[in-house]
């Protein structure tokens, strides 16, 4: 008796310290705190306040992206076009400011935000109504919005002298010892955690994206779901193109060339899987984090920043490989079980 | 089967030689719209600008879309087995570096050239081995190697060019033979090259039933691991043989060459016609598209449209390529129930609007 008693608890604890192995967050917490002893331990300036709020700054934007990527992936579709829309409000915003210099902060916030938006609305509607792979639609989208972008922008610039100084600082001014912007990202980020963790709506995302065909039959409206899905991508590239003016201050047409492919790669590293189905926008946030500060680390050590990429691509590929073996042991351990019943 | 076809059609079957037509309108609609639209844009450029029609201009043209072109070509091959290579662009960048770096580092050009070969098919091994080996997803694994060759051709060159290449190589990259770009005849005999392999052997019928059910495949003893292997280190080769093309033609190595490529590449195979979800398309196809996509940047180029803009309209093309066909299926649908009635009579008359 008592021995069963005894069994369960440790049972119990065991399976608790089993879930923490299997979470990818802990892992990630691991080796973030691993990567920052190691580095600070080799050179303190590591840890200095300057460096650490420029590494926050920085990683805030990828991160905020990669949370909005992470709703269609988690739905096994993908969306590219990220970047061309936070380069058309990072420009957008600027040329408020530039015209109308005494625009209220939270007003180019919402119309931001609200392109974004729209933008979505149109991948979506091409997914949607036009059936076109997501892969592909955004591919697309992601030429015309940059193309458009640069037809608008047509060599022009907005500079940090027609930025107010009030909407600058939301990138430097900190709150209770974080920058503004860290949490906007933070707020977002629990937002969507919330929604998918605890929502009917957040779990159709998994149910569509670990099996669309049953996802169907389950009566879930795949559609809207999907719509929604690139909705809030859109809609937080928007809002992170506000963000970048107010980050960088100088903005032209080229603002988030080319992040798409930083994005995914945060998201998947931190534990979102390409195939749908499974990860946490938390875990993608902690993926880009993880990417910020290896790259970070990479400068304070000394290693020529052309190492970066290189790092950086090596850091998926491991991330996708662990994922299969773990899988593939899931997998092994679960026919084993069942063989036993 | 194709002689049991034809058998019926000379017993004269109306029902057969609707099938048969149906079939050829199917395998021939969207290449024939694209060869449309290709004359149109010829047209219209000839409208537009009366350089456009020069051979001087032609050369310019093809020579411009030679790399993207070479890229594109075993891109085919590996979407129509339900793969995609993110990183053939990247591949073209390592080559052009490695190019640099040897030949700065005094390699004689005869020995640095299979080098850079080489490297392509070392990394396009990669790429299969990581995706056959592991069974991971080819797009997760090609973003990863994207980025990770790319970052090689950075700690390979930094940010220095090396330009310094003997002339006499210069031919590879802007040599002509007639008003044919030399790097040009490389890519058309490559292109029938791949033609003849994917749409006359087995080899190239296993590619289109892997796309089509890779576990039927499987069953039915085609060894699928080992062709993806295949493909994905053909691939390699081929765009590192795009990046030696690259270098000659600008006469400059840097770690930056041919970014973002592999977006016009893969944008050229959809609109292509072949399908995202495997097991459909042709050589043919990609070559029109290609050929589509260049004639267009050429003629708005000619009158003075920046290279910027001009990527809405191979954002453009690319979407409807695919929206326009699932359309008119569409509208096609909403018809279906009346003509399912008389199926009986003669379906010829249908032959004739049956582009997807």
New interface residues.
Partial sequence: MKRDYLMGKFGGLSQAWERLLRSREAWLVLLLAVLVIGTASANTRFLGSQNIKDLMLNVSLIALLAIGQSIPIIMRQIDLSVGSIVGITAFLSGLIFFDHPNTPNLLVFLVGTGVGVLLGAINAALIIWGRVPSLIATLGTLYIYRGADYAWVHGRQINAANVPASFLALGNIGFLGLPLLMWIVLLFLVLAAVVLRQLPMGRECYAIGSNPTAAVLAGINVHRRVCMGFLFSGGIAGLTGVLWLARFGTVDATAGLGIEFQVVTAAVVGGVAITGGSGTVGGAALGALLLGVFNSALVVLRVPPFWQQAFQGTMLLVAISVDAYLAHRLAIRLRIKRSHL | MNSSTRLQLAQGGPSDAGKQGRRLARAVGWELILGILLLAAIVAGQILSPDFLTTANWTNLLANFVEIALLALPLTLIVITKE?D?SVASILGLSSSLLGFLWQARWPMPLVLPTCLAAGALAGLLNGF?IVQ????S???T??????????S??LL??RAIADFPPEYSNLGFGTIGFLPIPFIFFLILAIVTAIVVHATPFGRTLFAIGGNQTAAQFSGVRTQRTKLILFAVSGIVSALAGIVFTFRFMSSR?DNG??FE?SA??AV?LGGVS??GGKGTVFGTFLSLLLIAVINNALTLVDV?N?????????L??SS??LP??LSQVRERFRPRHSAETSAPVAQSVPQNPS
Avoid at chain 2, 134 to 137: K, T, V
Avoid at chain 2, 143 to 152: H, M, N, V
Avoid at chain 2, 308 to 316: D, N
Wanted: charged share 10%; no cysteine.
């Fill in positions: 995609i993110l990581l592991f069974r991971l997803p797009l997760a694994v973003i990863g190697t994207l980025t990770l060759f790319r970052g090689f950075f700690v930094g940010d770690a970014t973002g977006l893969l944008a959809f995202v979800v920046s910027e803009i001009l990527t809405i309209v191979t954002g453009s690319l979407i695919i929206v699932n359309l």
